[in-house]
């Protein structure tokens, strides 16, 4: 199909593979323009700011004495396991808080106005959410 530069028609609902095929033929008369000689070399800019450090790169093996040409090295040894205090361990845990999961969906469809019973409802849902939420240390 060659380019029709008249496709698609204004108020036509339009069509995927006409669009395609006009797009495809635009395309085959670009890649025909055969590439003219380069262009002059651009002025050099200003150099930019460093950009942060990349991450550490993966730890090497612990072993002085190296492997057979093409075979790795023997494992280093296993480090001691880390310690976490009593203290740590409850800052950590007092910063989340409780599992809410016992609280249930409030299922009920409020008047216009609302009555007082459904506010009260309401309010004591609010509540039971906000002391589920809170943890007592």
């Given amino acids: 199909m060659s380019f029709h530069p008249d496709l698609p028609v204004n108020g036509t609902k339009t069509d995927a593979n006409l669009l395609r095929e006009n797009f495809n033929a635009l395309n085959d008369k670009i890649d025909a323009v055969p590439a003219g000689p380069p262009g002059p070399a651009g002025e050099k800019g200003e150099k930019g700011d460093q950009g942060e450090p990349g991450p550490a ?3 090497g093996a612990d072993s002085t004495v190296p492997g057979p040409a093409g075979e790795p090295g023997p494992a280093g040894s296993q480090g001691p396991a880390g310690e976490v205090s009593l203290t740590q361990l409850s800052d950590a845990i007092n910063g989340t808080p409780r599992n809410v999961d016992g609280l249930g969906t409030l ?4 008047s216009d106005p609302p009555t007082q019973g459904e506010v ?5 849902n609010y509540n039971a ?3 589920g939420l809170k943890r007592n240390i």
Wanted: no cysteine.
């Fill in 57 to 59: 790169g993966p730890a």
């Fill in 107 to 110: 299922d009920i469809v409020i």
């Fill in 120 to 124: 009260q409802l309401l309010l004591d």
């Fill in 129 to 131: 959410l906000i002391r």
